[in-house]
């Protein structure tokens, strides 16, 4: 699928082979791709919130979050404030994302990091924020046939309880599958030690490799798995002078014992196995999604096309693919262009520095999902140079923030582009996880055009290809 910035005015939308379509007959069914074993991946995408607790209220400091990026040194055990700039949301492939009220999904703000998706305050009981990390660009080999992977990501993200006052960061996580279905997840774990009791002990801890978590029983597909970790019924030894491990109840368990040595350390340790205390059943694991799509990868960007003439306005149109006439499974994976086939990121202003800028929102698409076992889909789009006559400008200063805006299929947004690097190599708009609902969602992005200041007066043609796998 294809979205063309056409020199002259108003959009077009044709199949691959040129028959004409109309919008309203743009629904596409997509069968998965047969698998093949081993199989070498380079987009898997990771996604876990990891417990309750690392969402959940806090005693003090409002809340506990996380952060993209190794955060910074606050010289001390304290809260974190905005100036601070510790908080964020994106670094390199890693997002931090939250859930809203109708479903979707949004990058949390220092404001709104405690908010629940009803727009309350997580608190200690059972109000909870469900933020998650997200981090895509995961590559390594998937043997279906011995039920294998090896998968590794690169990147930062951190734990942060108590508003600040005790965090830690993890760093590179690897998978690992062997063929009894039993994974090992490790990072790279550093931080600072601290101590609820001293405020006073704040040491840079060396960085170690820990086991983050262990899961058992994972039937790996071509698609990924979405599975719980190990918890529940798990003993530890607690690290010295800190609360014993309370082995009765029904949530009563712990993370892998070297995570839990590790976090005697941070002075988070007792958050991490069940010690008695009142917010235990906020400390058992959550279920971890991993996806990955095996098959190909989809189309390479295409040639600008030939140097037009026009009025200054930019405009988008698509190009769809003919689809499939009968699906391979059972179900289908169907996706759709809703209302105009048409951006028009009308006449450029002018930025203080000089450059010129435009703004607009892609047209709306929906994909539904009712294929069995739910596998995982991901869309990606990346755009050509533009071009008006022999001008010219790069596709980097085209960016996009993609949004969910209704969410029943279980859909999770791609991150911004905007002054990363843009479109110019492909992006993601959203991705469907393994084991996501067999609904529809809805999907859009807000573009975003900073031309520079050297620009040539013109109209500017660009081709954005969004491609389907799944």
């Known amino acids: 699928m294809k979205y063309n910035r056409p020199p002259a005015l108003g959009a077009r939308l044709a199949a691959a082979t040129t028959a004409a379509l109309t919008l309203a007959?743009?629904?596409?069914?997509?069968?998965?791709?047969?698998?093949?074993?081993?199989?070498?991946?380079?987009?898997?995408?990771?996604?876990?919130?990891?417990?309750?607790?690392?969402?959940?209220?806090?005693?003090?400091?409002?809340?506990?979050?996380?952060?993209?990026?190794?955060?910074?040194?606050?010289?001390?055990?304290?809260?974190?404030?905005?100036?601070?700039?510790?908080?964020?949301?994106?670094?390199?492939?890693?997002?931090?994302?939250?859930?809203?009220?109708?479903?979707?999904?949004?990058?949390?703000?220092?404001?709104?990091?405690?908010?629940?998706?009803?727009?309350?305050?997580?608190?200690?009981?059972?109000?909870?924020t469900g933020n998650i990390v997200q981090i895509a660009g995961g590559s390594g080999t998937v043997d279906i046939e011995s039920?294998?992977?090896?998968?590794?990501?690169?990147?930062?993200?951190?734990?942060?309880?108590?508003?600040?006052?005790?965090?830690?960061?993890?760093?590179?996580?690897?998978?690992?599958?062997?063929?009894?279905?039993?994974?090992e997840l490790t990072v790279t774990a550093g931080g600072y030690q601290a101590s609820m009791e001293d405020p006073s002990i704040w040491v840079p801890i060396e960085p170690t490799e820990i086991t983050f978590a262990t899961l058992t029983?994972?039937?790996?597909?071509?698609?990924?798995?979405?599975?719980?970790?190990?918890?529940?019924?798990?003993?530890?030894?607690?690290?010295?002078?800190?609360?014993?491990?309370?082995?009765?109840?029904?949530?009563?368990?712990?993370?892998?014992?070297d995570f839990v040595t590790f976090q005697g350390q941070t002075g988070q340790s007792s958050y991490w196995y069940s010690s008695g205390g009142s917010v235990d059943a906020r400390k058992v694991a959550n279920p971890m999604s991993v996806a990955w799509v095996l098959g190909e990868d989809g189309e390479e960007p295409t040639d600008p096309g030939?140097?037009?003439?026009?009025?200054?306005?930019?405009?988008?149109?698509?190009?769809?693919?003919?689809?499939?006439?009968?699906?391979?499974?059972?179900?289908a994976l169907e996706w759709s262009i809703e209302g105009a086939a048409s951006v028009n990121l009308g006449q450029a202003g002018l930025l203080d520095d000089g450059r010129f800028y435009a703004e607009g929102m892609l047209p709306t698409i929906t994909v539904t999902d009712s294929r069995e076992d739910a596998p995982a889909w991901e869309l990606t789009g990346h755009a050509t140079d533009f071009t008006s006559g022999t001008a010219g400008f790069g596709a980097e200063y085209l960016g996009w923030s993609p949004q969910v805006l209704s969410n029943p299929g279980g859909a999770y947004p791609g991150s911004s582009t905007s002054g990363t690097g843009g479109l110019?190599?492909?992006?993601?708009?959203?991705?469907?996880?393994?084991?996501?609902?067999?609904?529809?969602?809805?999907?859009?992005?807000?573009?975003?055009?900073?031309?520079?200041?050297?620009?040539?007066?013109?109209?500017?043609?660009?081709?954005?290809?969004?491609?389907?796998?799944?």
């Open 25 to 128: 007959a743009a629904g596409i069914a997509l069968a998965a791709p047969a698998s093949a074993a081993p199989a070498t991946v380079d987009d898997a995408t990771f996604a876990w919130s990891i417990n309750d607790e690392s969402g959940g209220g806090a005693f003090f400091g409002g809340c506990n979050f996380l952060v993209a990026g190794a955060a910074g040194n606050a010289g001390g055990s304290r809260l974190w404030t905005e100036a601070d700039g510790f908080y964020a949301t994106t670094a390199g492939d890693v997002s931090i994302l939250k859930p809203t009220a109708d479903g979707g999904w949004v990058e949390p703000t220092w404001s709104t990091k405690c908010q629940t998706p009803d727009g309350g305050n997580a608190n200690t009981g059972s109000a909870v």
């Open 147 to 183: 039920n294998t992977a090896e998968i590794g990501w690169e990147g930062d993200f951190t734990v942060v309880f108590y508003g600040g006052m005790t965090y830690w960061t993890a760093s590179d996580p690897h998978l690992s599958v062997a063929a009894d279905g039993t994974v």
């Open 217 to 257: 029983g994972v039937d790996v597909t071509e698609h990924g798995f979405e599975h719980t970790p190990d918890y529940l019924g798990v003993e530890v030894e607690a690290p010295a002078g800190t609360s014993t491990q309370v082995r009765t109840g029904a949530t009563w368990g712990a993370f892998p014992q």
């Open 306 to 331: 030939e140097p037009g003439q026009g009025s200054g306005d930019i405009e988008v149109g698509v190009d769809v693919p003919e689809a499939p006439t009968e699906p391979e499974e059972p179900g």
């Open 424 to 470: 110019a190599t492909a992006a993601r708009l959203a991705i469907g996880l393994v084991g996501h609902n067999a609904e529809s969602s809805t999907i859009t992005a807000a573009l975003d055009l900073v031309a520079p200041a050297d620009t040539e007066p013109g109209s500017y043609s660009s081709t954005i290809t969004l491609t389907m796998v799944g």
